[in-house]
């Protein structure tokens, strides 16, 4: 994990507290993460209702997997595949760039993610 790039080429930062798919916060993508979790995004109440027409709830709490649920504002590591379909459909939320791993790139284009992009420091 420490020699994980972001987009814009630096060292991978922190997205939020719980995401990404190994739970750890950072948008790595291990071998075992097939589904590519490497867009650091912020949740917006349109994304999450289309993410749940889509049959992925992120919205809703499920204590067994210490999960939560998500709320507009807050950060997750989305798969690659989902934040692209979202762009597709105008839904897409905007991305924490420096927070996004690089592994992205393989199925989102670059110039998409800085039309969403913000760069924050911490």
Not at 55 to 80: E, H, R, V
Not at 85 to 101: C, D, M, W
Request: hydrophobic letters at 40%; one cysteine or more; a neutral charge.
């Amino acid at each position: 994990m420490a020699n994980e790039k972001n987009v814009l080429g630096g060292p991978l930062k922190l997205c939020c507290g719980n995401g990404g798919f190994t739970r750890e916060g950072f948008c790595y993508v291990p071998a075992s993460d097939h589904g590519n979790h490497s867009v650091c995004a912020i949740m917006t109440d349109d994304f999450l209702l289309f993410s749940k027409s889509r049959g992925n709830d992120l919205s809703t709490p499920i204590p067994q997997y210490q999960f939560a649920g998500l709320k507009a504002g807050d950060k997750w590591c989305l798969c690659a595949a989902r934040w692209q379909e979202a762009f597709n459909a105008g839904k897409a939320p905007q991305v924490i760039l420096s927070a996004t791993n690089q592994a992205c790139l393989n199925t989102v284009k670059l110039a998409d993610l800085q039309a969403h992009g913000v760069i924050e420091t911490n």
